[in-house]
């Protein structure tokens, strides 16, 4: 069970299709781990679909929650295939449909060295919009103070992420905006694994991360 899960607000987006790809891809990662989330997800549809009945017909935006539903059935259509017996396998870190855009479990990955003991993967889309990363944080380290110049979603995968008050863990999602000033750090005894979005950069408190910035993409 989650203890932090995704906003209606997000979740109703997210149903209608109307979230660039790199959101859609972190709300159906966090739906993937929440099973709650998922029966909230199934009746946002429902009443978008009720909603929808009783208005005039306009586009559709996007086509992005298309794009991750196409990686979300092609990835599925490979789990009727015979293999070993559930119990057997260990459950992969990263769930689908995002293994697939990663091409690969996180013990798999090439991650590039970001300094202090974190690393990333990003994870190209084709929305234009978002920039979308994995990012592998050494326990008890922390990220630089930073805020935000629009949204920015988290979705941890493992370990923990410690931010303020608050402990977000497997399958959790953090959402922060402009008015959010923080430092989350790694839960101490293990790496945190996340999957992060933005869609634009954020606001480094420090100036020597500010320099080295435009080469981190962040
Ligand atoms: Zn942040």
Redesign the pocket.
């Known amino acids: 069970m989650t203890q932090h899960q995704v906003s209606d607000e997000l979740l109703m987006s997210y149903a209608a299709g109307s979230l660039a790809e790199g959101w859609s891809l972190a709300v159906a990662t966090h739906l993937a781990l929440c099973p709650e989330s998922r029966r909230r997800a199934e009746a946002a549809t429902a009443i978008g679909g009720a909603l929808l009945d009783q208005i005039e017909p306009a586009a559709l935006a996007g086509g992005s929650l298309a794009a991750v539903r196409r990686r979300l059935a092609a990835t599925q259509a490979d789990v009727g295939r015979t293999g070993p017996a559930p119990s057997a396998v260990r459950a992969p870190v990263l769930p689908e449909p995002l293994r697939s855009y990663v091409g690969g479990d996180a013990d798999t990955l090439r991650w590039r060295r970001l300094g202090l003991g974190a690393y990333q993967l990003p994870i190209a889309t084709r929305d234009g919009r978002t920039s979308v990363r994995l990012l592998r944080i050494a326990g008890g380290e922390q990220?630089p103070e930073?805020g935000?110049r629009g949204m920015?979603l988290?979705v941890v995968l493992a370990g923990s992420l410690v931010d303020g008050d608050e402990i977000f863990r497997r399958g959790d999602i953090e959402e922060?905006n402009e008015s959010?000033e923080?430092q989350?750090r790694a839960g101490a005894g293990e790496d945190c694994i996340c999957l992060a979005v933005t869609d634009a950069p954020?606001r480094f408190s420090s100036f020597i991360v500010r320099m080295v910035q435009p080469f981190l993409r962040i």
């Open positions: 990220v930073h935000h920015e988290t922060a959010v923080h989350p954020l």
